[in-house]
């Protein structure tokens, strides 16, 4: 372990990016942990506010990202010990930032509902991405490519982008992140079927594509439902079992903390009011 941590990551100059990489997980799961101990309503935590506008970690996570941004550009050339410091401290700025991630896209809080799982998925692709490149990995490069070979080089690196986009148009985005590591993983998104609710589906299977494909469409749902939904639930059971659940309602306030309700004495048979007679409107039968 140790021979390969230093052939592949101190030899090839790629500790800032393991540093970043273990400080961007690290980061992630502190920050679930601890917001999942504040939703459980534990009494040593709680979350910051000043006065009575509260502090989402975001905040914190765009502060340290600017930190270890602007330091990383200072310290690159100074020491690379300084420089791994500054880019830990960027990657615990950038798992701040996504993990509110579905906060900047829809601008209002929905982390704990549906559209808070968009956080996680953004987690999710920066460590996918950020593992790839440490493997030596990297986007729409083609590795036989040493600058002699013309216009070989550019024209690949055009069709991988072409395809690319098609792959991400089509409402694959687990194919199209990853194939830009993978080529391949692009070419064969880009032949399949479009997933039913992307852009490409409603350009070119709907009723309003200028040429309906009707057949490409039932096509299309029969494989979302037969294929995507099981990936799609145990993808949702994985963020669940890191993230917590984003659809259950907020667990309800202690006994301590709830209002007392004040309730009346019953009054007694025959009286309005503790201590009044009752009289009715009806005159007293003589």
Known sequence: MTYWFRERIIEAHRLPL???????????VFTRVNVRLIRARVRWLGNVS???????????GVVLTLLGGVAGLVLSDVSTGWYS????????GAALVLDEFALILHLRD????EEGRTSVDAVFVAIAATGLLLLGLRPLAWNGADGRGGWTAPAF?????????IT?????????????????????????????????ARWCYSERARRPRPRLMAKAIHREERWRRPVIRAKIAVQEFVSGRHDLPAPALPARHQRRRVVSPRPRPGTDHPGRPWRSGRPRAR
């Open 18 to 28: 393991f540093c970043f990489f273990v400080a961007l997980i690290t980061a992630f």
């Open 110 to 113: 929905v982390y704990w509902q």
């Open 85 to 92: 410091f500054s880019s830990a401290v960027f990657g615990v």
């Open 50 to 60: 000043v006065g009575e506008m509260h502090i989402h970690h975001v905040v914190f």
């Open 168 to 200: 991400l148009l089509k409402g694959k985005i687990w194919s199209g992140l990853l194939g830009l590591f993978v080529p391949p993983l692009l070419y064969v998104g880009a032949v399949r079927v479009a997933r039913p609710g992307s852009p490409w």
């Open 157 to 165: 690196l055009f069709v991988n982008l072409v395809f690319a986009m």
